[in-house]
Nanobody, 124 residues
Framework: QVQLVESGGGSVQAGGSLRLSCAAS????????LAWFRQAPGKERMVVAA????????HYADSVKGRFTISQDNAKNTVYLQMNSLKPEDTATYYC?????????????????WGQGTQVTVSS
């Protein structure tokens, strides 16, 4: 069974940092895209960052470039999202998701397996 478990969410003040983790199991993370999406109340779910486990490819939303960094461990079964200089507009539920294949697709509909999400709240 494919399982994605997020952790690391919480409440911080603007300018603070958080590191989210996504532990993946039930599949081999050798040729997959692991991505972080976020969704705020009343807003569409959008990709934040993604990493291709079969290479060095990464993708970032323009709104987080220079502030967020996606990475993976040596075994490629855990993906991290280091979030620095957090802003109130980063407040959302953050989800980990996976898709198989090399194609750089970042729409929610392209991902078939999802974690349950972790809440991030940034106060001003």
């Amino acid at each position: 069974q494919v399982q994605l478990v997020e952790s690391g969410g919480g409440s911080v003040q603007a300018g603070g940092s958080l590191r989210l983790s996504c532990a993946a199991s039930g599949f081999t993370s050798g040729s997959t895209w692991l991505a972080w999406f976020r969704q705020a109340p009343g807003k569409e779910r959008m990709v934040v960052a993604a990493i291709y486990t079969g290479g060095t490819n990464t993708h970032y939303a323009d709104s987080v470039k220079g502030r967020f960094t996606i990475s993976q461990d040596n075994a490629k079964n855990t993906v991290y999202l280091q979030m620095n200089s957090l802003k109130p507009e980063d407040t959302a539920t953050y989800y980990c998701a996976v898709r198989w294949g090399w194609e750089p697709f970042f729409n929610p509909g392209d991902y078939n397996f999802w974690g349950q999400g972790t809440q991030v709240t940034v106060s001003s």
